[in-house]
C-alpha cells in the first residue's frame, strides 16, 4: 500500500539536498512516497508561514506518483493556511504537466485544487 509521509529529518537526502544548494537549510522537509517500506519517490519543500517552495519532485517517471506527492506536500501547506506555492528547479514542469499551473512558477490560491478547500485557512493547523 501505498503512503505518503512526511519524513523526520533529511537524512539519506543529503546529497540532493547539496546538489540543490540546501544542504544548510534547515527548515527544508522531505516527503517519501513509501510502498511496502520502500521510497519509490520524494517530495523536497520549505513551508514557511505564507508560503511553500517545491524544490524537487521525484517520481521515477510515474505521473501519477507525481500528482500524490505534490498534492501531499500541497494540503499540508493548505491545512496549515497557506495559499501560495513556488516551484524551482523542475518542479514546476511536473505541475505543468499536472494541470496546476499553466505558466509559470506560482499557484496561488493552492486550496483551488482542492476544490476550494474553504474551511483551509478557518480550520488552520498551526
Known amino acids: 500500500m501505498l503512503q505518503i509521509i512526511k519524513k523526520d529529518g533529511v537524512k539519506g537526502y543529503e546529497n540532493i539536498l547539496r546538489e540543490l544548494c540546501l544542504e544548510n537549510d534547515e527548515s527544508v522537509s522531505v516527503s517519501e512516497a513509501l510502498n511496502g517500506g520502500k521510497a519509490d519517490g520524494f517530495g523536497i519543500y520549505k513551508l514557511e508561514p505564507d508560503l511553500i517552495t517545491v ?22 501547506a493548505a491545512s496549515r493556511g497557506v495559499e501560495k506555492a513556488v516551484f524551482e528547479n523542475d518542479s514546476p514542469d511536473i505541475a505543468k504537466k ?12 493552492i486550496s483551488d485544487i482542492f476544490g476550494g478547500c474553504e ?8
Not at 60 to 76: P, V, Y
Not at 98 to 109: A, H, M, T, V, W
Request: aromatic share 4%; with cysteine.
Open 55 to 76: 524544490y524537487k519532485i521525484s517520481d521515477n517517471n510515474d505521473l501519477m506518483l507525481a500528482d500524490g506527492i505534490l498534492r501531499s506536500i500541497l494540503f499540508l
Open 119 to 126: 474551511s483551509c485557512k478557518a480550520n488552520a493547523i498551526t
Open 98 to 109: 499536472l494541470g496546476l499551473i499553466k505558466s509559470g512558477n506560482i499557484l496561488e490560491p
